[in-house]
Every structure is written in structure tokens, then in C-alpha cells.
């Protein structure tokens, strides 16, 4: 457990049972936990194939639960009063299950949805049902938070969702748009409420720091506040200014700059109201962190608060900025994504092969070169009390062995041995290495550069972008046999024929950890046919926000399977399946016709086989193979492992 660190990120979610596999529990007072390893295989023979996406709908459930009950319990100490509406931001993911289920789920707690885009309001006006006959005051009812850069029919759709009873609030975002809100909203008859984003000075931290300050890329300064003001009250409209929005950026680590914010977002609050505004909701946006090491610290996967203290220093802060002002205290509205999505969905995919560096120590003789005698004799002599001055050694015979080859005094077969006992060395000294409490720096590549290769059949430009583009650090673990110690370190190669499709950053206590602790491939000798492998699953946790979405075809391996889990009292049922992009599929997203490939097919085979180049049965094999490969998931099938060292 205290390898994978799972009871620090999984919680209450994943756990470990008896049989040394991952358990689900997706709420904590349902009772029962599934067996990750027994739900893959059930999957498996049912046809669904490798990589593919596990999401749990009873996480998602929980997850609004707790952020409401949450606030329920804040507004309930501090006495706050007035209301919480949450949006969810459709960025975050956009698929229709995932949105329909947050409707569903949110219902109860009037959860809105918030829309960056035009496209995203649109599935927010058609997913979001709208009420009949809304009152104009009406809070109880979820609110469509409109974000991101808006041209005119942006707003005008925006603007008549009004009529069919939606709560739209346009967001303004640049200047320009508060111009276009008054024009659209006057030649429609219809007024609008309005909310300013506010570019505070307060930064952000790691990654989406740049969120906020002066130049960032959304949200008015404070003069361009005034002006905006200026304009509404010239156009007598200041009354439809409501709400003021912020967002600091995501995955905010640290409780400190949240409450910092909260200050001095609260103060503009304030003001606005003072220059009267008609200041009715203060939206906190997104930031609310997810504790992706299980560390609960600032480092930049994990957090060092949970969702009640981020919830009360919201409510303290604005409450007390209202209270000295004597100003109504606003409806709150906070737009997390990622705190709702991540949990629940987990990446589940196989290893084809590995790849190891551990030849065995070849033999050598008295007459062979002097440098092969001083490698050998340092492998001998290797101690705890010398293994840091051996390991100079060792480098330092390496490097000359290699210029003996370039200048032609070595031949081909004694370089290779003189490789062979080189790392045969760094084995001796690493496992003395792994013994000390210190290692030494000049050491510390050992572990990565004696790491396995474990290939693992998915992309990760596809199913884990992030941990590509910037770094992100995911939780992984095998889902099984974690009642066998895990004797090996690895990193993680994908199958994209790209040297950066790898992962080699691993979540560590407050810290990143280059190895992963895995489980050697178990060979099953058959009859007539080489060793079959085991299947050796891990699982990526945590992947339920923008993963998805920013996912890319690189190499053409397209879209994975996803697989709808819902928990039921005999175990579970499958919700939905979303069967991931055939070859013939992305093919076409890039504009090619399979007909067309198939016809050239063919046609080429016609002419080998006229001209005696190919047999009919080489021909059909070939177009069977071609054809059938177009129906078929762009990612490999189980065959027999390949292991290679
Ligand atoms: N609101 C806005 C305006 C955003 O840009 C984002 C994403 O960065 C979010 C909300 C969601 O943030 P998070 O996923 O950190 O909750």
C-alpha cells in the first residue's frame, strides 16, 4: 500500500482487498467495494478491449454530494446568510453521459453549469432543464454561468434562454462585451444579468499560476472595472450587474492563496456594490485542488486542505467583507471541475512486453584484454565499504573500453562483454545503493538508468496528455497481484512511436519518484507455440478531468473504450458502453475514404499477382488482414508478451 501510496490519494474510493487487488467503493455509506481485477476480466470476456476507461457514476454522485454538503455544513457554522449554487464547468469534460449525470445528480442541490465556449452553451441550454414559470427573483433554481470570449449570437442565445426560463448570467470577460450586452439586450427587450470576471492581483500557484495578474488572458483590471461601470450606468442598466467571477487558475495547492484571493475578491465585491452594483452572487470559479500523491501538502499534485476548509475560509471571508460594509451577503457560486470529475473515472491498461537490462556475466580468461580482467575484478571486489569509488571505476573502464573499440582494439564480442560486466556492476552496486538510508548524488541515475522498459499498451498523448505536456503526475499502480512483492522498476513506454509517449515521473511522498514498483511478466509455457504472458493490468487513477477532451490522435490511436459502471446490491451494472474509434474511424477524421484505401489494395494485388510476385493465397491473407484490421480498436490485441533483456 505505502508503495502506491493509495490510502493517501484513493480515499475513500480505492482501496486493496484480500486477493491483493484494487477495490472501488464508489460511496462510502454503500457498503460495497468491487474488485477492479475481477471487473476488467468480466469486461474482457465480454469482448471490450484494452486500454479502456473506467467511470464510476456513484463517484461522480458523491463527489457533488460532498461539495454541497460541504457548503450545507459551512453556511450552517459561520450562520451565512444566504445560499450555494454550484456550476459545473462543462471544460472540464464535456461528454454527454458525464454532463447528463451531473444534471441528474445536481438536481437536488439546484447545480448549475458553466459554459466557456459557444459550443459548451449550447449543451448547457439543451441539457439544463429550464423552468416554467421562473420568478424574477427565484434562487431555487440551477444557474448557466456564461464564460470565454463572446460574439454577437453568443450573447443573444444567451440572452433568450431567458424565455424559455433558464438563468443565464454573461460573464463579461473584455470590455468590448459590455457594449455588445447593452445594444443586443435593448434591441431584444429582454435584460440581461451580467457579471464581470476580474483579473485580480493575487497569483496563482505551479502550473495554472498565470490565471490571474495583469496580463493574463481573461477578466478586467480594475480601471477597465470602472469603465465597464460607466457604461452600464450611462445605458441606466447598472442594475443588471450582479455577480463578480474570478478564477485563480486550477489545481491551487495552496490553502493560502485561496483565502488571499477570497480577500481581495471580497473587497471588490465591496466596492462594486458601493458603486452600485447590484451585487447578488460572488462566483469563486474553479482552483479547488485534487490530492494527486496522497501527500495532503502544497506540492504541486496534492493540497494542503480538504474541501470543508476551502469551503469556509469562501464563506469568512466574504461574510466578513459584507458584514463591515453592511452590504447583503451574495449567493456563492463555485466552479469546480476538477474536484467533481477526476475521481471518477481510472485508465485501465495492459503491458505487452518489457524490456530489461540484466545480461548474464560472461566469462573471463586470463588472456583476455586487460580491461575485461580490471572490469571483472571490480565486480568481484564490489562492497558496501567501496561500491561509490567501484562505480567510478566501472564508468571510467567503460568509457575506455569503448575508445579501444573505436581505435580497433577491441573486436565487436569483447566490447559486448565488456558491457555485460559494466552493468553487471551497476546491478551490484545499486542493490547495495537501495540498502542505504543516503544515497550518494553522483549515484541516484542508477535506479532510472537499470530501470525496465514496461510497455503499456495506450497512448499516452490520448488517454493522459497532461502528463505529456506538462508534467502532470497521475497515480498508477498494477490493479492486481499486490500480494506478491513487486521485485522490478520500470518506467512506462506507450505504444506511439514517439520517444517523449513514455512516463517515467511517479507520485512519492511530497516528492516524484523516477521508477515504478511492478511485477515481472509471468510466462505460461504452451505446447507448439511460444510462452504466453499473463495479463499484467495497471491501472491510471484520478484521469477524469480534461484528459479526455485534450486527448490527441498522434500515431493514429484514437479514442478509447469507456465503460459506465453503476453499483448495485448484487455488484454492478454496465451503464453504458462507449466503444472507442476503429482504425477505419480515424482514418476519416483524417480524410481518408477505407474504401478507397481498400480499392488501391486490391488493385496492387492484382498486378503482384500477374506479375508473379504473389500467390492467391498471399493476396487473400493480405486483404483479409487489411480489411478486417480497418473494423478493428486501434490498439493491440492480446498476443504471447514479448520480454527481451
Ligand atoms: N472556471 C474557469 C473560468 C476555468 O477556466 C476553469 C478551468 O481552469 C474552471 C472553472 C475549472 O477549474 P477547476 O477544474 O480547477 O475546478
Given at each position: ?25 464508489p ?9 477492479l ?27 457533488i ?29 464535456q ?29 448547457a ?18 444557474l ?58 493575487t ?23 470602472l ?56 462566483d ?33 471571508a ?20 476538477r ?64 575508445s ?58 490520448q ?40 512516463i ?13 514498483e ?36 498522434h ?41 478507397d ?49
Open positions: 500500500e505505502n508503495l502506491y501510496r493509495i490510502t493517501g490519494w484513493g480515499e475513500p474510493y480505492f482501496s486493496i482487498n484480500a486477493a491483493g487487488h484494487v477495490t472501488v467503493s460511496q462510502a455509506d454503500h457498503g460495497g467495494a468491487l474488485d481485477y475481477e471487473l476488467v476480466k468480466g469486461l474482457r470476456q465480454r469482448n471490450i478491449g484494452l486500454p479502456l476507461l473506467l467511470r464510476f457514476s456513484d463517484i461522480l454522485a458523491d463527489r454530494n460532498r461539495l454541497n454538503a460541504a457548503f450545507a455544513r459551512g453556511i450552517a457554522r459561520y450562520r451565512y446568510p444566504n445560499t450555494y449554487r454550484g456550476v459545473y464547468p462543462i471544460k472540464c469534460n461528454h454527454r453521459h458525464i454532463v447528463e449525470s451531473l444534471v441528474r445528480y445536481g438536481t437536488p442541490y439546484n447545480f448549475g453549469l458553466e459554459a466557456g465556449s459557444k459550443p459548451e452553451l449550447m449543451i441550454l439543451a441539457m439544463l432543464q429550464p423552468q416554467e414559470n421562473p420568478e424574477p427573483d427565484q434562487q431555487n433554481q440551477p448557466l454561468i456564461c464564460n470565454g470570449y463572446k460574439d454577437r449570437e453568443y450573447i443573444e442565445t444567451a440572452l433568450l434562454a431567458r424565455r424559455l426560463g433558464h438563468r443565464p448570467i454573461i460573464v463579461v470577460e473584455q470590455v468590448a462585451e459590455v457594449a455588445l450586452a447593452i445594444e443586443i439586450s435593448r434591441n431584444l427587450g429582454i435584460k440581461p444579468i451580467l457579471g464581470v470576471r476580474a483579473k485580480l492581483s497569483q496563482g500557484m505551479g502550473r495554472w499560476g498565470i490565471s490571474t495578474g495583469d496580463r493574463a488572458k481573461f477578466g478586467l483590471t480594475i480601471p477597465e472595472m469603465t465597464a461601470i460607466g457604461q452600464l450606468r450611462q445605458a441606466d442598466m447598472l442594475d443588471s450587474l450582479q455577480l463578480l467571477h474570478f478564477h485563480i487558475g486550477s489545481q491551487i495547492s495552496s490553502i493560502s492563496v485561496i483565502k488571499e484571493a477570497m480577500t481581495e475578491a471580497s473587497q471588490i465585491f465591496v466596492q462594486l456594490a458601493k458603486l452600485g452594483g447590484n451585487m447578488r452572487y460572488l469563486v470559479g474553479g482552483g479547488l485542488g485534487v490530492d494527486y500523491d496522497g501527500s495532503k501538502t502544497n506540492f504541486y499534485a496534492s493540497k494542503n486542505y480538504n474541501i470543508q476548509n476551502y469551503v469556509n475560509d469562501v464563506i469568512s466574504v461574510q466578513d467583507a459584507c458584514v463591515a460594509a453592511e452590504i447583503p451577503c451574495p449567493v456563492l457560486i463555485s466552479e469546480s471541475g474536484a467533481i470529475a477526476s475521481h471518477q473515472s481510472v485508465l485501465i491498461f495492459d503491458i505487452v512486453a518489457t524490456n530489461d537490462i540484466n545480461p548474464p556475466l560472461p566469462k573471463v580468461k586470463a588472456k583476455d584484454h586487460a580491461i575485461l580482467r580490471n572490469l571483472m575484478e571490480t565486480w568481484e571486489t564490489i562492497t558496501v565499504d567501496n561500491y561509490q569509488e567501484a562505480y567510478h571505476d566501472v564508468e571510467q573502464f567503460k568509457t575506455e573500453a569503448i579501444l573499440f573505436n581505435f580497433g582494439y577491441l573486436g565487436l564480442k569483447e566490447r559486448a562483454k565488456a558491457e555485460e560486466i559494466y552493468w553487471a556492476c551497476c546491478r551490484k552496486i545499486l542493490q547495495i545503493c537501495r540498502q542505504q538510508e543516503y544515497v550518494p548524488d553522483d549515484l541516484e541515475n542508477l535506479e532510472v538508468n537499470l530501470a525496465s522498459i514496461y510497455y503499456a499498451n495506450m497512448s499516452v498523448f488517454s493522459a496528455p497532461d502528463s505529456w505536456a506538462i508534467d502532470q503526475l497521475f497515480p498508477i499502480m498494477p490493479i492486481h497481484r499486490l500480494d506478491e512483492e513487486p521485485t522490478q522498476r520500470g518506467i512506462l513506454a506507450d505504444i506511439t512511436c514517439d520517444s517523449d509517449g513514455k517515467d515521473r511517479f507520485i512519492d511522498l511530497r516528492d516524484v519518484k523516477s521508477v515504478l511492478l511485477h515481472p511478466l509471468m510466462e505460461i509455457e504452451q505446447e507448439d507455440a511460444p510462452p504466453r504472458v499473463e495479463p499484467y493490468y495497471l491501472g491510471m487513477f484520478l484521469v477524469g478531468a480534461y484528459q479526455e477532451i485534450m486527448g490527441n490522435l500515431n493514429l490511436f484514437g479514442d478509447i473504450n469507456v465503460v459506465h459502471i453503476q453499483m448495485n446490491p448484487k455488484g454492478y451494472q454496465i451503464e453504458h458502453l462507449v466503444r472507442g474509434d476503429t482504425i477505419a474511424e480515424v482514418l476519416g477524421y483524417v480524410q481518408y475514404d477505407p474504401e484505401l481498400l480499392e488501391n489494395m486490391r488493385r496492387y494485388c492484382e498486378q503482384a499477382m500477374e506479375d508473379k510476385r504473389m500467390s492467391l493465397e498471399e493476396s487473400q491473407l493480405l486483404l483479409e488482414n487489411y480489411e478486417r484490421s480497418l473494423l478493428q480498436y486501434t490498439y493491440l490485441k492480446p498476443t504471447s508478451g514479448i520480454h527481451t533483456s
